[in-house]
């Protein structure tokens, strides 16, 4: 449509007043070559004269949204020259006006202009001109019931800033060998002309040192490099992408995809095969990570219509094979282009054609059993109203690059340095070491203080906890809750926990899980008459323990000339802290577990008389699980705790029972933990 434009700037010379046809011409002359800054000077001196003049508005407008795509800058002379002489516009300057709105994300605002555009154009029979309105306006609606926007941990993205940025076109980022190679459209000699394509500048490479967000002063960057001498004809050469080893830079040039080794920075790009470049025009390539696949994009009669994606295998003998166009639900009638496969085989792509905000969105989809799957748009903050387009991940990462021209850059597009995490979540990762606490509260009543513990180092990089109690969803989430049990019983308590990564293209799950025996006495709110579920399960536990202790069983004797030590580990009266006499004994006895591979154990735990029963059980409880998280932590492993016992109170054998006299020495002999060992195989 841009065609249209110096026509309906000719005709403001023959509608204004002599005063401004001479102004006027000079403005139409100086788009004519390509000259739009001294267009817009020329109505600059209209406009000084007369701020509310129609053809200095309405030219100074135009010429910034479809010349220089400042669309938001566009925005108020357009709605002056609108708004003073409603009577002189035509469908251009609403459609302009359509586009300034949409670009800045006013949707609504947007379509009323869009929808007064096809209201004067309703009798055109220009088919470009009506398809491509009516995806603007069903972007519009789109975006209108599309607002969410993901959070920072799963989408952000921040300027590459005036360093790697120019008021030009800067896009194509591409990461190698901590550098940033990209492309940009900058004028960087005085006496450089813009093309006869865009009318802008030519595009060449350029490159600069990166250091997480710290950019050296690019310069130019060609095959073979030339290092600082800058001195040169620009080739028009574009960088698209490098392979997974980082030694192959993909370029483009006049129209064809071409490769570089960038190993020796002395030879020439090959122009790739024309099995790859068979289209009149190509404009992008990518490699998998294992080297095997590339997809590219071509401009060819073979295609769906506009740029379309292709998918080429190498074969054994290295070449490529013929190209398969992806399916019609990627590739539309209008544009798809930058194609990237990232390292867990996501293909994220632009189009223009999808459904989405505006201009080139980003999407992604992935290849399954040999099909493509439904693309799907990655959503915002990363998709905005304007341009999104050349979105890669570096290896394993979830950081990287793209190029957007969202209001608030530098020039028509910036490259924009971007974090991205898709929401799905994958397995639990086994690997990620993480515990389950459970504590009674004072109350005694079977309510339990449930947290997870994990490494300090990750601690921070939390976002999510979710419990379940014998497989049941916990309403309440944390990273430390409180539960309240129903009934003595023995439950599996598990914990999900997933965790930010910034070094990886996904998000984090860590699981853990524990069995948790509440006993008779912990809640005080079950009935006596009640019968208690958990006596027969407790019944059968303890005979599974027995059968496994009855054979290879030891005796104290047999214990001691492995070199264990048989000393109980004593606590202080109500308290569940190691001492250090404790600590020294478990250490001896890990040596020994360490040497002898076959042992296994169980862990009892046990409390003097003072106290109620219930509480006298947690205790013992604590006792023990203190005991068994220092001899986890220092390497013994969980398959050889059998189970544990917290008997309180139950099984004292020296008569310092309740309302019995004792003492401190007699209760003494009841505050510990003890160790029943088996020489029992463990059975993997």
């Not at 998000?507 to 069995?515: F, H, V």
Request: with cysteine; glycine share 6%; aromatic share 10%.
């Amino acid at each position: 449509m841009k065609h249209l434009i110096p026509t309906l700037i000719i005709g403001f010379v023959f509608l204004a007043c002599s005063s401004e046809k001479r102004l006027l011409r000079k403005a139409s002359n100086a788009v004519d070559v390509y000259d739009y800054k001294k267009a817009l000077g020329y109505y600059d001196q209209i406009l000084a004269k007369d701020s509310d003049n129609f053809y200095g508005n309405a030219g100074k407008g135009i010429v910034l949204s479809e010349y220089m795509a400042r669309y938001e800058e566009s925005i108020p002379y357009l709605e002056k020259a609108a708004k003073k002489s409603p009577e002189k516009v035509t469908g251009k300057i609403n459609n302009d006006l359509g586009r300034g709105y949409h670009h800045v994300g006013n949707y609504p605002k947007a379509l009323e202009f869009y929808n007064k555009d096809r209201l004067y154009n309703k009798d055109r029979t220009d088919e470009e001109f009506d398809v491509y309105l009516t995806k603007r306006i069903a972007d519009c609606r789109y975006a209108m019931t599309h607002t969410e926007v993901a959070d920072p941990e799963h989408q952000s993205f921040k300027n590459a800033g005036p360093v790697i940025n120019s008021e030009m076109s800067d896009f194509g980022p591409v990461y190698a060998n901590n550098r940033l190679i990209y492309t940009s459209k900058r004028k960087d000699d005085e006496n450089e002309k813009v093309n006869g394509v865009d009318h802008r500048y030519f595009e060449s490479m350029y490159i600069a040192s990166a250091s997480k967000d710290a950019f050296s002063s690019p310069r130019r960057y060609t095959l073979p490099d030339r290092g600082s001498e800058s001195k040169f004809k620009k080739g028009g050469e574009s960088a698209l992408s490098i392979s997974p080893d980082d030694k192959t830079l993909y370029v483009l040039y006049g129209g064809n995809i071409y490769e570089a080794d960038l190993s020796d920075s002395t030879k020439d790009e090959t122009k790739m095969s024309s099995v790859i470049n068979f289209g009149y025009l190509q404009r992008h390539a990518c490699l998998s990570s294992d080297g095997k696949t590339l997809l590219f994009t071509s401009e060819s009669e073979k295609g769906d219509g506009g740029s379309d994606i292709y998918m080429s295998t190498k074969k054994a003998d290295g070449s490529w094979s013929d190209p398969v166009l992806l399916p019609p639900a990627i590739n539309t009638k209008y544009n798809e282009d930058a194609p990237f496969l990232a390292t867990d085989n996501t293909l994220y792509f632009s189009s223009n054609g999808l459904p989405g905000y505006g201009g080139y969105d980003v999407y992604r989809c992935k290849y399954v059993n040999g099909d493509w799957l439904a693309p799907e748009n990655i959503g915002q903050p990363i998709n905005t109203s304007g341009d999104d387009i050349y979105f890669t991940l570096k290896p394993n990462s979830s950081n990287g690059f793209y190029a957007s021209n969202r209001p608030g850059g530098y020039g028509d597009m910036d490259i924009y340095m971007v974090h991205y995490i898709p929401y799905e979540l994958p397995e639990c990762n086994t690997r990620e070491l993480i515990t389950i606490n459970a504590l009674p509260t004072e109350k005694r009543d079977g309510t339990y203080d449930l947290y997870v513990t994990l490494d300090p180092a990750k601690s921070s990089l939390v976002r999510q906890v979710s419990w379940q109690v014998n497989r049941q969803m916990v309403v309440d989430t944390g990273a430390s809750i409180k539960y309240s049990f129903r009934e003595p019983n023995t439950y599996t308590i598990s914990t999900r926990v997933v965790l930010y990564c910034d070094t990886c293209p996904y998000m984090l799950t860590a699981c853990a899980e524990k069995e948790l025996v509440i006993y008779p006495g912990d809640s005080t709110a079950l009935s006596a008459s009640q019968p208690l579920a958990s006596e027969t399960k407790e019944s059968d536990r303890n005979k599974n323990v027995k059968s496994t202790l009855a054979e290879g069983r030891l005796n104290n004797d047999q214990l001691m000339m492995l070199g264990w030590d048989v000393t109980p580990a004593y606590f202080d009266y109500d308290k569940a802290t190691l001492r250090e006499n404790v600590e020294n004994m478990l250490d001896r006895n890990i040596e020994v577990l360490k040497k002898n591979p076959g042992l296994i154990f169980v862990i009892n735990g046990y409390a003097d008389s003072r106290g109620s029963d219930a509480y006298n059980v947690a205790l013992s409880h604590r006792r023990l699980m203190a005991v068994k998280s220092y001899m986890v932590k220092k390497g013994v492993s969980q398959r050889r705790i059998v189970t544990t016992h917290s008997y309180g109170e139950g099984k004292i054998t020296n008569g310092c029972t309740d309302n019995i006299e004792c003492d401190e020495n007699k209760h003494q002999e009841n505050r510990k933990v003890e160790f029943e060992v088996s020489n029992k195989a463990i059975r993997d």
